[in-house]
């Protein structure tokens, strides 16, 4: 007779859920939005509770997120239950996500859906920002070199924002 392992592996599909929060939004700086929330806590068992917030991540966007002090309250409201979010850059979307749950506990949370949607307005702000400021540049480096200005102007423009481009125009 064959010997039984005492814990076998589960087949099949497994009782755990997660949510994704879909961020629709094509652009080539889809990856400078990735970042991650863990919370800071206090206490063991039923007396633990959410004393901070710690966001990490790239390119100054959990700067970002660590600035806004109404997602900050928010997240000390959901992220005993939620454990860790994530800001997850895929080709072209971005996901917003939790940890994953059992399916008994799984159901939808407004608070969460809140987060999520507080996170993607910091998303989409920021990556048309970007957007607008390198439009501006790239249409102010055709101009400029249709007027055969000199070298320095168009590498001031290449390498900065908004406001290096309207010092230009005042110097042009």
């Known amino acids: 007779m064959p010997k039984q392992d005492p814990t076998p592996l589960p087949y099949g599909p497994l009782q755990y859920y997660q949510s994704h929060f879909i961020v629709k939004i094509d652009s080539e700086e889809n990856d400078n939005v990735l970042a991650r929330c863990e919370p800071v806590t ?8 959410v004393v ?80 607008n400021a390198l439009t501006i540049a790239r249409r102010c480096s055709y101009l400029l070199l249709e007027m055969k200005l000199p070298l320095i102007v168009l590498e001031k423009l290449q390498f900065c924002g908004k406001a290096v481009v309207s010092q230009a125009w005042l110097e042009v």
């Open 52 to 131: 901070d917030i710690k966001w990490t991540g790239a390119d100054k966007f959990a700067e970002v997120l660590r600035a806004d002090a109404r997602l900050t309250e928010m997240l000390k409201e959901v992220m005993l239950r939620e454990g860790e979010i994530r800001v997850d850059p895929l080709g072209d979307h971005i996901r917003i996500y939790g940890k994953w749950i059992h399916e008994d506990a799984f159901a939808f949370n407004q608070t969460m859906f809140e987060i999520a949607d507080r996170i993607a307005g910091h998303i989409k702000t920021r990556l048309r920002a970007r957007r």
């Open 42 to 49: 206090k206490g063991h068992f039923g007396s633990k509770r």
